[in-house]
């Protein structure tokens, strides 16, 4: 009966490999690191932010075309820079009567592009 099973320990039974296997890598998942915002995209955003925090710093009597000024700013932020949660406190904050003279558009754009350098370095 042991004549009719192949014997184990023997490795002449199985053909050799012609080549080396290949070594398998885990799939590489993107890093904060990589995702980076382009440098023209950033100062595309910030010549919006501070135009946007020119006009709005002149007092006008006109608070419901500003209001959706200042929509249309955090819309054309939103798709120059992508998504990102901080230009939302900037929308808030110009929604604010009394509180626009200060430069939230800016302040919002100056805090993405140093999140986005701390991630390059």
Known sequence: ?????????DKTN????????????????PT????KIATWRLMIAFFFAVAADI??????PLEGIEMAMDGVVGLIL??????NWLVLPAVLLEAVPGLDVF?????????IAGIDLARRA
């Open 78 to 83: 939103c798709f120059v820079l992508g998504f």
């Open 14 to 29: 199985f053909p050799e490999r012609s080549r080396p296997r290949a070594k398998i890598e885990p799939a590489k998942r």
């Open 32 to 35: 904060l690191s990589q995702n």
């Open 1 to 9: 009966m042991s004549e009719l099973l192949p014997n184990r320990s």
């Open 55 to 60: 006009i709005f710093a002149i007092p006008s």
């Open 103 to 111: 430069p939230f558009w800016s302040l919002a754009v100056l805090s």
